[in-house]
């Protein structure tokens, strides 16, 4: 049995960005100004019983899932650094500047909607304050454009 390769996936991500350049060009700023205020602000109560409960995992949690305490508590293996448990939200509220321009795009959208399907994800205030935390509900929002996505392509095939 052979190995799915790498190439192909990589040659789509360059062809995208060759593409639609404003898309990413966004998720690179907006992953620039989010990693320089990620140490600004302590490490949220939450966060800490993330951290607490990834070191002790356990699937009978009731208030969260299990895969984000040991995210939190994986984060943590180089030293209790606050901007390093907040790294998994941010690559979270990044992906979702492309993938709301794909979303666009699988719609029948052109590339000025997916620019601006990338854009309005990229600025909402309340989404903007949830990605300042390693917190459940905002990586379960962030993620969310992902799986909408994968079920158009999936359901076109």
Avoid at 34 to 52: G, H, K, M, S, V
Avoid at 89 to 109: D, K, N, Q, R, Y
Avoid at 115 to 131: D, K
Wanted: aromatic share 8%.
């Amino acid at each position: 049995m052979s190995e799915p390769s790498v190439t192909p996936r990589i040659d789509a991500i360059r062809a995208s960005i060759r593409r639609d350049p404003i898309v990413w060009l966004t998720s690179g700023l907006l992953a620039l100004i989010y990693l320089a205020l990620a140490n600004r602000y302590d490490t949220f109560r939450n966060e800490l019983y993330f951290i607490a409960c990834g070191r002790h995992p356990a699937f009978g949690y009731a208030d969260l899932p299990p895969l984000v305490p040991l995210i939190a508590a994986a984060t943590q293996l180089f030293g209790d650094h606050t901007w390093l448990l907040r790294i998994p939200a941010i690559a979270a509220a990044v992906a979702t500047v492309p993938l709301s321009a794909a979303f666009a795009l699988e719609l029948g959208g052109n590339r000025a909607a997916a620019w601006m399907a990338g854009l309005a994800a990229a600025i909402p205030p309340m989404l903007v304050s949830m990605s300042r935390s390693a917190d459940g509900p905002p990586m379960s929002v962030r993620t969310q454009p992902g799986a909408m996505v994968s079920r158009l392509r999936g359901s076109s095939r």
